[in-house]
C-alpha cells in the first residue's frame, strides 16, 4: 500500500501575514511549482477556478478554504496549508454570495484519478472536526504535517481494513 | 418501495460532488429510503439531468437559474462541512417521501 505522505513540512506555511486571498493563493502557488508539484499553468487555473467555483467552508468559528482545479496542471500529489495570522476573505462554497473569513487553507493538488475520493473524502472528515482545526491553527509547520499525515494514514488503513 | 434517484452536482477539479453523494446515499439510507445517486460537474448537468431524470438535485456548486429547471435541488454545503447534515438529511428525505405517491 502507498504510505506516501500528502503532507510536507515545507509546504505548510504558518501565520501567514496577507490581505487578500489572492495574496494567499498565489504565494501557495508559486511554492507548488518551485518544488515542483505542479506545472506553471495551475496558478492561473486555481485562482481563476475560485472565482467562479468559491471554495470557502463555514466550520463552526474557523473558516476553511480548499482550493483546486483540473488534476491536468498537477505533476505530483501532495497538500499545502496555509494559516493565517487574520483572516482574509473566500465566498461559501455554492453560494457565492455569502462571504467567509478563513483562516486555514488546504490547498490540493491531486493528481490520480480513483484515490483522489478517498483522499477528499478523508480530508473532509478531518475538516469537519473543529478540535483538529484548532489544533492546527496553534501548531508549527512539522506538527501540522505529522499531524495530519497520521490522520490521513489512520482513516486510510481504516478503510482498507474494511474491505 | 420506489428508488429515488439523485444527482449531486460540483464545479470541477476534485469531485466534491462525489462526497456528497456517499454522504447523501448513507443518510438518506438510514432514513429507510432506496437510493441512486450520481454525480456529474455544473457543465454535465443539462445533458444528464433527461437522461438520468433525478428525482433531486443535491448541488454544492452555484447552478444557474435556468438549469434543470423542474428538479427540486437541494444545497449540498452541508454534507461537506458536516453541519447541518441531519438536518439537510431530514429535508431531502421529507421532500422525496412526499413526492412517492405521484
Known amino acids: ?163 | 418501495m420506489r428508488v429515488f434517484k439523485v444527482l449531486t452536482v460540483c464545479g470541477t477539479g476534485i469531485a466534491t460532488s462525489t462526497v456528497a453523494a456517499e454522504k447523501c446515499k448513507e443518510l438518506l439510507s438510514k432514513r429507510g429510503l432506496r437510493i441512486d445517486v450520481i454525480e456529474c460537474k455544473a457543465t454535465e448537468v443539462e445533458s444528464k439531468v433527461p437522461l438520468y431524470q433525478p428525482d433531486v438535485i443535491v448541488n454544492t456548486t452555484i447552478l444557474g437559474p435556468n438549469i434543470a429547471e423542474d428538479v427540486k435541488k437541494f444545497r449540498g454545503l452541508p454534507f461537506l462541512t458536516g453541519l447541518g447534515m441531519e438536518q439537510l438529511a431530514d429535508e431531502i428525505a421529507d421532500y422525496l417521501k412526499s413526492i412517492e405517491t405521484k
Do not use: W
Open chain 1, 1 to 163: 500500500m502507498c504510505k506516501e505522505n500528502l503532507i510536507k513540512s515545507d509546504l505548510v506555511f504558518i501565520m501567514q501575514n496577507v490581505k487578500s486571498r489572492q495574496e494567499i493563493l498565489e504565494h501557495m502557488a508559486n511554492r507548488l511549482m518551485d518544488e515542483g508539484y505542479v506545472k506553471e499553468s495551475f496558478k492561473k487555473a486555481i485562482i481563476e477556478r475560485e472565482e467562479i467555483y468559491s471554495t470557502g467552508l463555514p466550520i463552526g468559528d474557523i473558516g476553511v478554504a480548499i482550493p483546486h482545479t483540473d488534476r491536468v496542471h498537477v505533476k505530483k500529489s501532495i497538500i499545502s496549508i496555509a494559516t493565517l495570522s487574520h483572516s482574509v476573505e473566500f465566498l461559501e462554497m455554492g453560494n457565492p454570495n455569502k462571504i467567509v473569513d478563513v483562516d486555514i487553507i488546504f490547498m490540493l493538488a491531486i493528481k490520480e484519478g480513483d484515490s483522489h475520493i478517498d483522499v477528499l473524502t478523508d480530508l473532509m472528515s478531518i475538516i469537519q472536526d473543529g478540535m483538529i482545526l484548532d489544533k492546527i491553527s496553534r501548531s508549527n509547520e512539522k506538527e501540522v504535517a505529522l499531524l495530519l499525515n497520521e490522520k490521513l494514514h489512520n482513516l486510510k488503513d481504516l478503510r482498507a481494513n474494511h474491505i
